[in-house]
């Protein structure tokens, strides 16, 4: 009987066309959300594979241009590093359309190159890109919404609902049915997208695929839950659409904008203008000082290239050149770590407020996963300096012993590709939705005890 009443709620809800229009709008915004993410990630495969043909068609060519001069070379030739995408940027792009992906630097001051990245059109960056992530948690909600607002008004507003409760004493069985068909419904949607995604991005079937897929299902969850709660409160469809709308407007768009704001207002970054201006006027102001005031310091910073002889007599040398791009660099080094300060401080309020926000906290999670989020980025930037470091150390006695250029290995450096040093757990993401979504529900059973009373 009771699988007989399923099966019918089952017809009664697939009968309707607002409910095949719905289903339609996720699976196709679903697939297109996948092209466009895959697209995306694929142009940014693109450029890094151009930029390492580039890197070392633009080596040779400097080594032909000023193979005299080693320190001339160096000044020109750049080295790169990519951020290069996971599979799971496609599903969802995060911040890789803001943060660059990939960095080419020379062996002159680092912070004057670091936060070099690629002209884009502000109103393309406000819109963002379209990723699955992004259909399922903006999209989705509207959907659960639209399938769920009227379950109980529509039966009272009806005059169904009196002659329910007349027959029986278990009348919100029916509505908990009609509740289920949809939950149904909108998590087979969402496995038949995430088992595309699988396949059409190259997902791997293992411990992150089944942690990303629990946590959009607890996100999906927590907005059911929302729903039944206000369904619980037995008021009007109007109200129930209004007021979920209204909901949803305010957790997804209203509160991560507000949350932006105070985010600025409350760690702002001056010190990154400062950082550069520290940096140029660290190097520059060199040019009318005596060298020993630059020499001092370099050698103190890096004790083991005293061995090689400075040219004291020479008006210039690339050896002070590079000793003042370096001196450029440790003088901006208070306003670099006060700009890495702020960032972390940015983190670490994001994680706490974002713990009693699903919304958030399912984006960050998701991105966390797929490696575009501010963490990872500011990572890259960690993993650039320590790549620029290395070619330094490694190319500095060839240049202030004016080595041929044969002698060096330059020829043999590629682009290369930063991995980052461990795979993220979302636990916490899933235990903030999970906490949320089971107050809420225990907040509906309260309602309905008292409803039935």
């Not at 009987?1 to 196709?28: D, P, T």
């Not at 659409?241 to 704001?261: G, M, Q």
């Not at 926000?357 to 797929?370: D, E, H, S, W, Y």
Request: net charge positive; proline share 4%.
């Amino acid at each position: 009987m009771k699988k007989n009443r399923y099966q019918l709620e089952f017809k009664l809800f697939f009968r309707s066309s607002s409910s095949w229009i719905g289903i339609f709008v996720l699976l196709i915004t679903g697939f297109a959300a996948l092209y466009f993410g895959k697209t995306f990630i694929a142009k940014q495969e693109a450029v890094i594979e151009k930029a390492a043909k580039l890197q070392k068609k633009n080596t040779l060519n400097n080594i032909d241009h000023f193979g005299e001069d080693i320190g001339l070379l160096f000044y020109h030739n750049k080295f790169t590093l990519a951020n290069a995408p996971d599979h799971w940027a496609a599903f969802a792009n995060g911040q890789r359309d803001i943060n660059p992906y990939l960095i080419s630097v020379t062996m002159l001051g680092l912070e004057g190159q670091l936060y070099d990245t690629d002209i884009n059109n502000p109103v393309s960056l406000l819109l963002g890109n379209m990723d699955l992530s992004f259909i399922f948690i903006f999209l989705f909600p509207l959907v659960i919404i639209a399938f769920t607002y009227n379950l109980l008004s529509e039966q009272k507003e009806s005059g169904i609902w009196s002659l329910l409760k007349a027959q029986t004493n278990q009348s919100f069985q029916v509505i908990w049915q009609k509740f289920l068909v949809r939950i149904v419904v909108i998590f087979s949607v969402a496995l038949l997208l995430l088992f595309v995604a699988m396949l059409y991005l190259a997902l791997p079937l293992n411990l992150t695929f089944l942690s990303v897929t629990a946590l959009i299902l607890l996100y999906l969850s927590f907005w059911f839950a929302v729903s039944f709660f206000l369904i619980s409160l037995g008021k009007s469809s109007n109200f129930n659409a209004s007021a979920l709308i209204a909901v949803w407007v305010l957790i997804c768009i209203v509160i991560p904008a507000s949350f932006n704001l105070l985010l600025t207002r409350k760690y702002p970054i001056p010190e990154a203008l400062q950082n550069v201006i520290n940096q140029r006027e660290g190097y520059l102001e060199k040019w009318d000082m005596a060298k020993d005031v630059t020499m001092k310091p370099f050698f103190k910073h890096y004790p083991e290239l005293k061995k090689y002889p400075f040219p004291e007599k020479k008006t210039f040398s690339w050896y002070w050149y590079y000793a003042m791009q370096q001196m450029g660099d440790d003088q901006a080094l208070l306003s670099r770590l006060a700009i890495e300060k702020k960032l972390a401080s940015r983190q670490y309020f994001t994680n706490i407020v974002a713990f009693f926000f699903p919304t958030i906290q399912t984006q960050l999670g998701v991105n966390k996963i797929a490696g575009s989020d501010l963490d990872t980025h500011l990572e890259f930037q960690q993993a650039v300096r320590k790549y620029h470091e290395q070619i330094r150390l490694h190319f500095y006695p060839a240049i202030f012993l004016n080595q041929p250029v044969d002698d060096t290995d330059i020829r043999d450096y590629k682009l290369e590709k930063f991995n980052r040093q461990q795979f993220p757990a979302i636990w916490i993401n899933m235990l903030s939705v999970s906490l949320i979504t089971i107050i809420i529900i225990g907040a509906t059973i309260f309602n309905l005890k008292r409803f039935n009373n």
